[in-house]
């Protein structure tokens, strides 16, 4: 491991807001993947915590679900239904780049060596991505406040 | 710290200044075996709309402060000497023209996760280290070739030659490493240029190690630390596109492809 | 195991959790979304024993993908013998305490022993 000091962008690396406007939105969904990652993981520890309180009997589940089902509680769950949905949608779109698909052919590049594999159809995937994951958060909004 | 020393550089310069602009260059300076000191310095350059932010660098290392310490060599983006930071973007200052930044303000520094030797020059030693670590040689039996056996050289299709063409133009020149956001914080990950050469070896028909590089680059802070945020494609000068070559490099060790 | 193996679990515990997760969420919408969450009900999903299985094999495969995720983005920050020993190990424990007390609370409603 090497010591040299401040050679290493760290930590700023990855949230200075600046370098997403000059990298492609592909820079953009990596970090989204790492913090949608994060909190579903959260959401997950809470949810295993929330849902054995069935073993208490009905008076703490009731009390449990008073505690949830606020208007907080709800924003909440959209917020994690958003981040499922990008989560998957952008997790899918990653594994077929990682085996190979979608990122073009290798060729002899030429002036302006635009990359291939930074291509419309990846974007595209992940716009669209984001827009499901919008819509799904309405769609659970219109459910949950019903 | 920005030190305002906004001094013009004047005409003296190699070329016929005629020109009606002027940009602001703010360097970073820092000595890191003096002190840990970092500052920016201004000056204002006169520049034409084919100056190169190399070319406006050397205007004021030429007249203003022979001390700026940058790296340079051929001044037509093949050797690789001149990658550091503009306007918070890597590239070669060789082949960034000023009018193509839409900004009188040009900021250059060095390039991110390199340690600085001074100034804008910084160290590869990383960068060669984890070049050689792929191997980047052609591994086979065939390679010695003795007289009398009748092997005169290795050869191959222009179908073979185009698999793998586009990452042979690697000049490295770190820009990809400065720019990964894996290399900011992994010290001990390899890096998008190792990978796409050693991508470049394995495609390679005449070469016969893909076994050995592929178990190289299996482990922790191999491969699998990339995450395809494409950002070393991204600022790549050469269309090497390093995000393509590490995809289907791991696209052998999904099982995908032989 | 090798790095490779892990991220091929990696992938194939998402799929998997894509899958049963998009059930999980449809059992929810046979009923109306308040009425789904009520005591008798969220009950009675756990006594058929097909769902129980589905909800097992979705604690599983989460945990297994959540854990590794988090140990990969860990291994990223920081780098060394000792540390990244600490982190896999402890991102396995930590999977391992979460499958347990997950499957606890399954075998536990669908037996009946509330």
Redesign the interface.
């Known amino acids: 491991?090497?010591k040299?000091?401040?050679?290493?962008?760290?930590?700023?690396?990855?949230i200075n807001p600046?370098?997403y406007g000059?990298?492609?939105i592909?820079?953009f969904?990596?970090?989204l993947?790492?913090i949608t990652?994060?909190g579903?993981?959260a959401y997950?520890?809470g949810h295993?915590?929330e849902?054995?309180n069935?073993?208490n009997?009905?008076e703490v589940?009731?009390e449990m679900?008073a505690m949830t089902?606020t208007t907080e509680g709800h924003i909440f769950l959209a917020l994690v239904i958003g981040m499922?949905v990008f989560h998957?949608g952008n997790?899918?779109r990653?594994?077929l780049?990682?085996?190979?698909y979608g990122?073009?052919k290798?060729?002899?590049?030429?002036?302006p060596?635009?990359?291939?594999?930074?291509n419309m159809k990846g974007k595209a995937c992940i716009y669209a991505t984001i827009g499901i994951a919008a819509l799904a958060m309405w769609y659970g909004i219109t459910?949950?406040f019903? | 710290m920005a030190s305002v020393s906004q001094k013009v550089s004047e005409e003296k310069s190699q070329t016929i200044v005629s020109s009606t602009k002027s940009v602001t260059l703010r360097i970073k300076r820092s000595n890191p075996k003096i002190n840990s000191e970092e500052k920016f310095d201004e000056f204002i350059v006169p520049v034409e709309s084919w100056t190169t932010v190399l070319d406006a660098l050397l205007d004021v290392k030429s007249h203003l402060d022979h001390s700026i310490g940058v790296r340079y060599s051929c001044r037509q983006a093949s050797c690789g000497s001149c990658g550091m930071k503009i306007n918070g973007k890597p590239a070669l200052a060789c082949f960034t023209k000023i009018s193509e930044l839409d900004s009188n303000n040009i900021t250059v520094e060095p390039m991110d996760n390199f340690p600085v030797v001074r100034d804008l020059a910084v160290n590869f030693t990383r960068l060669i280290s984890n070049h050689k670590k792929i191997m980047p040689y052609i591994v086979s039996n065939d390679s010695e070739v003795t007289p009398g056996d009748g092997v005169k050289e290795l050869l191959q299709t222009p179908a073979d030659v185009e698999k793998y063409i586009q990452f042979s133009s690697c000049i490295k020149c770190g820009l990809c490493n400065s720019a990964c956001p894996t290399m900011a914080m992994d010290t001990s990950f390899v890096g998008p240029q190792a990978l796409a050469q050693a991508y470049r070896y394995i495609a390679d028909p005449r070469d016969k190690g893909k076994k050995t590089r592929l178990k190289i680059i299996d482990e922790s802070h191999g491969i699998w630390r990339c995450h395809a945020a494409g950002s070393c494609s991204q600022v790549c000068p050469k269309g090497v596109d390093p995000a393509m070559g590490i995809q289907l490099l791991r696209s052998y060790l999904l099982g995908i492809r032989d | 195991m090798k790095e490779s193996v892990i991220m091929k679990i990696h992938y194939g515990t998402a799929l998997g959790a894509v899958f049963l997760t998009v059930i999980h969420i449809l059992m929810r919408m046979t009923q109306d979304f308040h009425q789904s969450l009520e005591y008798e009900n969220v009950l009675a999903n756990y006594e058929m024993i097909g769902y129980a299985i589905l909800l097992e094999l979705l604690l599983i495969l989460i945990s297994i993908h959540g854990f590794n995720g988090l140990r990969v983005i860990l291994l990223e920050v920081n780098q060394g013998q000792t540390y990244e020993k600490v982190v896999s190990y402890g991102c396995v424990a930590a999977m391992a305490i979460l499958i347990a007390y997950g499957t606890r609370t399954i075998l536990m409603a669908s037996l009946g022993m509330v």
Do not use: H, N
Request: hydrophobic share 40%.
């Open positions: 491991m090497e040299e000091p401040k050679s290493r962008e760290g930590i700023k690396g990855w600046a370098k000059k990298f492609g592909e820079r969904a990596w970090i993947m790492r990652g994060l579903l993981l997950f520890i295993i915590y849902t054995s069935i073993l009997g009905k589940w009731d679900l089902q499922c998957t997790g899918i990653l594994m780049v990682q085996m190979g990122i073009g290798a060729q002899r590049p030429d002036y060596y635009k990359p291939q594999s930074l459910v949950m019903g």
